[in-house]
């Protein structure tokens, strides 16, 4: 019995408990106290005539001692019921947030991949934009060259046969 006690106290060491929890303890301890003293303090039944004197008082309080011991074993039993499916309900939202955790880990490596291909596209379009400019202030004719320039645009800012694949 010692050590299965060590052993919910182990278990139970480095946990948070629900404040809420601890009041309902706290208060249903109080309550099973209070009751076993009003079953004390209701003990006192007059001397019958015949008997000696505290004979039944005293078989009263031993009646009300051993209804109160039911109810303290009783009460016992419930919390133990209680704190079994509290450690069951424990285990189970350990690991959905386990789960949870994973999976933002995932979504997070995700968006990053994301960013540094989004990243790299911008910087290729804003190199190939200043050649294009570099190239057309240092020849300025037009016409029929514009659509040569823009076709060579277009020819640089094609995603490459890769990155097509990959996000099909």
Known sequence: MLRKNRDYRTA???????????RSTVTARQHGA?????????????????QQPGQESVESVALAGAAAIQRIIAERDNLRSRLGSQQREMMTLTALNEELR????????????LGSKILAQLEQFDQVTREVMRDHSQNPTGGSNDDANLVALAHRLKPSNGYAKSAS
Request: aromatic share 4%; net charge positive.
């Open 12 to 22: 139970f060491h480095n946990q948070t408990i629900p404040i809420a929890n601890i």
């Open 34 to 50: 209070k009751q076993m003293s009003e079953a004390l303090s209701d003990v006192r039944v007059p001397n019958q005539p015949g």
């Open 102 to 113: 994973r999976q933002l880990v995932l979504i997070r490596h995700h968006y990053v991949e």
